[in-house]
């Protein structure tokens, strides 16, 4: 069964950067669209950034100038370069793609 795995998560200090990795298998990496998405205690989970088939790119307007999306088909792997971090990023990362389950998501602590 086809998964997406997240990895890269911590605890960082506000303006810092991390990386997040999301490991999948090859035919989900080149032929979907994969999403990161963060969930803040008590609130809805959103939409932080996509990539497509095509590499056309999209960020959640918070997100905007600061986060990176990237995808490395050697590896499998969708890339979240987070940079510039604040307290209001801290949340539980998820990658995701059309038709696929949830997975646990990898914790982002933005200390201030």
């Known amino acids: 069964q086809v998964q997406l795995v997240e990895s890269g998560g911590g605890v960082v200090q506000a303006g810092g950067s991390l990386r997040l990795s999301c490991a999948t298998s090859?035919?989900?990496?080149?032929?979907?669209?994969v999403g990161w998405y963060r969930q803040a205690p008590g609130k809805e989970r959103e939409l932080v950034a996509t990539?497509?088939?095509?590499?056309?790119?999209y960020y959640g307007d918070s997100v905007k100038g600061r986060f990176t999306i990237s995808r490395d088909y050697a590896k499998n792997t969708v890339y979240l370069q987070m940079t510039s971090l604040k307290a209001e990023d801290t949340a539980v990362y998820y990658c995701?793609?059309?038709?696929?389950?949830w997975g646990q998501g990898t914790q982002v602590t933005v200390s201030s």
């Open positions: 995701n793609s059309p038709g696929m389950g």
């Open positions: 090859g035919s989900i990496v080149r032929n979907k669209g």
């Open positions: 990539i497509s088939t095509r590499g056309i790119v």
